[in-house]
């Protein structure tokens, strides 16, 4: 896994001047986030290279939501480790081929919130962007990523500071993914294809 561990500056959310719906890039919004988009990479359950480039967007709004989470976990000495934003439809359906069980990857046909910009696969680093104690790996397919028991004991201390924050920033947890969430307001978007290199800043 690889960690970005320079500290750059706080930036401020983006204008609620612009439309909520655009999808943008999270990086400025939240510069000392720690990038590792996993389908960039082949490390993830495909084993192969999903996307064409290391790109995280979200709707507008929800990178404003994400923001005041970044703020919370600051505060805490923790700084966000993000693993996938929005997914292109086209990528959904090339996850469904190999995993086709909904509890874990949405049905292209009726899509996923990622598809629509507004979920985010994530966790947490401490404040030097250092790795901490976690539930499992990311794309964990098993009842230890749920969040009934990834949530318990020392192993669940920082994925439980996870939930607190971003569900007191308005994200709704997803139960069988301790690092997923959905902005509440998923499905006023629409399901999209965009490409992931088209990253508006």
Known sequence: MVFVLAALPVQAAPSRSAPPDELIAVEPAIPDAVFDIRYATTNNFMGEVMYPSATCLLR??????????????????RRLLIWDCYRPLSIQKKLWEKVKDPKYVANPKTGSRHNRGAAIDLAVVDKDGQPVTLPTEFDDFSKRAHRKRALKGEQGVEAKRLETAMKEAGFVPMATEWWHFDAPEAHDYKISDQPLQDAPQ
Request: glycine fraction near 6%; charge should be positive.
């Open 60 to 77: 507008r709004a929800v990178v404003e939501r994400l923001s005041r989470a970044a703020d919370l976990l600051r505060a805490q000495g």
